[in-house]
């Protein structure tokens, strides 16, 4: 199984990003996919989450009206379209998936850095 994240960068205060996790060697619409992130010195947060059939969101209190999560079963792929972005913002985003069966195994990607500074 493998989970990999793209997207990630520079922007400016105000600015937006997509990220994109493609996913390889699971079922996975059989996952709720996550993200997470992760500021130096801080603890790792989620950030928004959608369940298998992409009916269900949640988002951090801190994100919601900004970010947006989606995913697209056909090509195993979830996105978290990131507008009007803040420098608290900044940290390495990582996706997760966690399977909705036993034994509701958790996988992560590495992570992709999201640096928001003028």
């Known amino acids: 199984v493998q989970l990999v994240e793209s997207g990630g960068g520079l922007v400016q205060p105000g600015g937006s990003l997509r990220l994109s996790c493609t996913a390889s060697g699971l079922r996975f619409s059989n996952y709720v996919m996550s993200w997470y992130r992760q500021a130096p010195g801080k603890e790792r947060e989620l950030v928004a989450a959608i369940d298998g059939a992409g009916g269900s969101t949640n988002y951090a209190d801190s994100v919601k009206g900004r970010f947006t999560i989606s995913r697209f079963n056909a090509n195993n792929t979830v996105t978290l379209q990131m507008n009007s972005l803040k420098p608290e913002d900044t940290a390495k985003y990582y996706c997760?998936?966690?399977?909705?069966?036993?034994?509701?195994?958790?996988?992560w990607g590495q992570g992709t850095q999201v640096t928001v500074s003028s």
């Open positions: 997760k998936g966690l399977a909705t069966i036993p034994p509701f195994t958790n996988y």
